[in-house]
């Protein structure tokens, strides 16, 4: 399927040396640089546009009011041979969360296991870059955080917990894809509610509350109000279990305490908590990764329901998208454009490189 002819297009190694440009320009070391533009261009080439280089704007407007330090360096200290803390020094989410999974592959490699606690944290997008990083190195992954307050515990009507995403990976075999479930305990990630209000967008009834309580389809409205938890209070249940492995656990701001991205007047306080996990424990490499084949081979081979043409595994529409926009670029609409290039003028870098 190709991605709408209206669209502005570029290329995702563009989009990738644009974004290190302005963070750099901003005063954040290349190497860290490089990957917080990394997890936010994988973003927009699996499609979760709603965490990619549009963020840009608000993290650096939190860089200028010296809410988030650009230059900060996350700190690691050994805990037990396979725990490990990090300390992200209010630096950008993304390093801190690298990271952490880094350190944690390299306690599986030696130990089978590695869990490593990040606190003072921010943002670091889509949880799904850290499950590939954790994929590419052959292992198996949870990836939690918590977040600013948006979504109601179930029977209460303000915000109090975050839309904290789950996420969880494996390896697949030869003839399958890796699986990489990363989702948000609410109906809809709450960046899509950003996303169609940059595009000018309505949003589907069923996915937030305006204010006064009532079902919206208005982006502002729904800011305004609380993100729906997914199955009631099971997915106020899951916002509730990422507060306590990334909050209470590790230090970092918990129950409610945690800055949204989007404001400017005080550091965000993160928390995460990382597992890396060798899929050969308890058998082969061969022998797990051809049960991961059957796994696959069952899923999407499963009886469809009435009106559906393909069952996709957890993470198989994001790698589809991937595949496609590596060939034919990411699609933005002229809004998200101005918006990063006003921030190239302010920096005095190059705009952003466009192939059409
Ligand atoms: N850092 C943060 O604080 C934060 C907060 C909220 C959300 N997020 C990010 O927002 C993103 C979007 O979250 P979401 O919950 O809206 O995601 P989503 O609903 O689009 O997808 C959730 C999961 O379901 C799978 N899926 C979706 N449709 C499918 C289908 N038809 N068949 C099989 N599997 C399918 C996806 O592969 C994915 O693993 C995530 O990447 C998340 O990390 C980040």
Redesign the pocket.
């Known amino acids: 399927m190709a991605e709408t002819a209206s669209s502005i297009v570029v290329k995702h190694p563009d989009a990738e040396a644009f974004v290190a440009s302005l963070l750099e320009a901003s005063g954040v070391p290349t190497k860290n640089a490089k990957i917080v533009a990394w997890g936010l261009v994988q973003a927009d080439l699996r499609g979760?546009e709603?965490?990619g280089i549009n963020r840009i704007p608000s993290y650096l407007a939190r860089t200028r009011n010296g809410v988030l330090d650009p230059k900060a360096e996350p700190t690691i200290t050994q805990v037990t041979p396979v725990v490990a803390q990090v300390d992200g020094n209010n630096g950008f989410g993304f390093p801190a969360a690298h990271a952490a999974m880094e350190t944690a592959i390299s306690m599986a490699q030696t130990f089978g296991i590695g869990m490593v606690s990040v606190k003072h944290s921010n943002?670091?997008?889509?949880?799904?870059w850290i499950v590939r990083q954790a994929v590419d190195a052959g292992m198996m992954s949870l990836v939690f955080?918590n977040?600013s307050p948006a979504l109601p515990v179930w029977g209460g009507k303000s915000q109090l917990m975050?839309?904290?995403?789950i996420?969880c990976g494996a390896p697949g075999g030869e003839n399958s894809i890796p699986f990489?479930?990363?989702?948000?305990p609410s109906v809809?990630?709450?960046?899509?509610i950003h996303k169609a209000l940059r595009r000018g967008e309505k949003i589907p009834k069923g996915w937030a509350l305006d204010e006064e309580g009532k079902p919206t389809d208005d982006p502002e409205r729904a800011l305004k109000g609380v993100m729906l938890p997914m199955g009631g209070p099971k997915g106020s249940a899951l916002a509730i279990m990422m507060d306590v492995f990334s909050g209470v656990l590790s230090g970092s701001a918990f129950a409610g305490g945690v800055t949204s991205p989007y404001d400017m007047s005080a550091p965000g306080d993160v928390g995460h908590f990382i597992v890396a996990l060798k899929p050969d424990l308890f058998m082969g490499l061969d022998e797990f990764r051809q049960r991961m084949d059957v796994l696959y081979q069952r899923v999407v081979g499963s009886d469809k329901m009435e009106g559906v043409d393909r069952i996709?595994f957890?993470?198989e529409?994001?790698q589809l998208t991937e595949e496609r926009r590596i060939r034919e670029g990411i699609p933005f609409v002229q809004a998200e454009i101005d918006a990063l290039n006003a921030e190239a003028a302010r920096l005095g870098v190059e705009k952003i490189r466009q192939v059409r």
């Open positions: 979760v709603s965490h943002h670091f997008g889509m949880s799904a955080t977040s975050g839309v904290s995403p996420a990489i479930l990363d989702m948000a809809a990630a709450r960046g899509k996709y957890p993470g529409i994001e």
